[in-house]
Nanobody, 121 residues
Framework: QVQLVESGGGLVQAGGSLRLSCAASGSIFSINVMGWYRQAPGKQRDLVADITSGGITDYADSVKGRFTVSRDNAKNTVYLQMNGLKPEDTAVYYC???????????????WGQGTQVTVSS
């Protein structure tokens, strides 16, 4: 099995910064894409940012220029540096990883438990 454990959420004032971390552990041969999604109350879960094992990144338009996604492949860990936070960034943030457990080039999706980010105005 594979576990994703997130940390770093919390309460911050508008304009502030937070850094989220997500470490994957368990039966892992390789990880393709790792990323962050968020879900606000009453809304669907949307992509915030993701990064391939080769370092190619993708961002939601709403966070471009403010958020930075990075990863440490040796540690199976992905990070999300969030600067210039706005009240509309308030949501539960979920880590996601596409994991090949056995070297068969079959990737399954795994999710973290979620971490709350609240931005006050």
């Amino acid at each position: 099995q594979v576990q994703l454990v997130e940390s770093g959420g919390g309460l911050v004032q508008a304009g502030g910064s937070l850094r989220l971390s997500c470490a994957a552990s368990g039966s892992i041969f390789s990880i393709n894409v790792m990323g962050w999604y968020r879900q606000a109350p009453g809304k669907q879960r949307d992509l915030v940012a993701d990064i391939t094992s080769g370092g190619i990144t993708d961002y939601a338009d709403s966070v471009k220029g403010r958020f930075t996604v990075s990863r440490d492949n040796a540690k199976n860990t992905v990070y999300l540096q969030m600067n210039g936070l706005k009240p509309e960034d308030t949501a539960v943030y979920y880590c996601n990883a596409e994991v090949d457990q056995y070297g068969r080039r079959r990737y399954d999706d795994y999710w973290g438990q979620g971490t709350q980010v609240t931005v006050s105005s």
